[in-house]
């Protein structure tokens, strides 16, 4: 199987920033895709970055030109960049790969999640 191992999530001011970080482990067959997804109380989980098999990327509208998403050329880490933290961005940050583990078919995997607090 394929286990996602998060880090970097604290509590931060508005205007600062933050680096995430996940790491993808296990018999991998190959990562299809990885994103960053956040979660805050009473509201549905929503996509905030994502980076394709290809290396394109894809924001939410909400964190263009604050977040920024990278991984490795390995492409088993990915990494989101926050700045210009805003309150609103408080939330439980999830990783989330598609991907293959040997012998099984594709599908989503996801982290434990960290939180993120943005608060003065």
């Known amino acids: 199987q394929v286990q996602l191992v998060e880090s970097g999530g604290g509590l931060v001011q508005p205007g600062g920033s933050l680096r995430l970080s996940c790491a993808a482990s296990g018999i991998i067959f190959s990562i299809n895709a990885m994103g960053w997804y956040r979660q805050a109380p009473g509201k549905q989980r929503e996509l905030v970055a994502a980076i394709t098999g290809g290396g394109s990327k894809n924001y939410a509208d909400s964190v263009k030109g604050r977040f920024t998403i990278s991984r490795d050329n390995g492409k088993n880490k990915v990494y989101l960049q926050m700045n210009s933290l805003k309150p609103e961005d408080t939330a439980v940050y999830y990783c989330?790969?598609?991907?293959?583990?040997?012998?099984?078919?594709?599908?989503?995997?996801w982290g434990q999640g960290t939180q993120v607090t943005v608060s003065s």
């Open positions: 989330k790969a598609y991907a293959s583990a040997w012998y099984k078919d594709p599908r989503d995997y």
